[in-house]
């Protein structure tokens, strides 16, 4: 099936979802971040070079990386979506600025591929793919 646009109430549901996800980051927030993904041994999360296989792995890097931090601010620079058949993609660029716990500041700055599926009513990431750039 060939890529379409989305409709007004699918956009408006996966940028939606987009913003839980930032907000629950920002907020340091593991279980609104895990709401946000499909809770299945077949999510996939391919963050910075590690891959992430299923929700409990992915629940214990955010829960990890989250212990480190002070604070974490997450920003969705640029985001394109299309959908084909029952999944919608997303490619974007995004913004990380993390406060280490002893006050140490870095940012990061990544590109991202996501497939979104709705599962039992509501929007959920699927699959996330992040590289990190320069």
């Given amino acids: 099936m060939p890529a379409q646009d989305l409709s007004d109430p699918v956009m408006a549901a996966n940028l939606e979802l987009d913003s839980r996800f930032v907000q629950a980051m920002c907020n ?49 620079n640029e985001v394109t979506h299309w959908r084909s058949g029952d999944t919608v993609f997303a490619v974007g660029i995004a913004t990380y600025e993390f406060e280490a716990l002893d006050g140490t500041k870095s940012t990061v700055k990544e590109c991202w591929t996501d497939a979104r599926q709705k599962v039992a009513g509501r929007w959920v990431y699927v699959l996330d793919h992040a590289t990190q750039i320069p």
Avoid: N, Y
Wanted: aromatic residues 4%; glycine residues 6%; proline residues 2%.
């Fill in 28 to 76: 340091k927030d593991v279980e609104g971040a895990m709401a946000c993904l499909l809770d299945s041994p077949d999510l996939v999360v391919v963050l910075w070079g590690t891959v992430l296989r299923g929700a409990q792995a992915v629940r214990q890097a955010i829960t990890d990386l989250f212990a480190k931090m002070r604070s974490v601010h997450l920003e969705i």
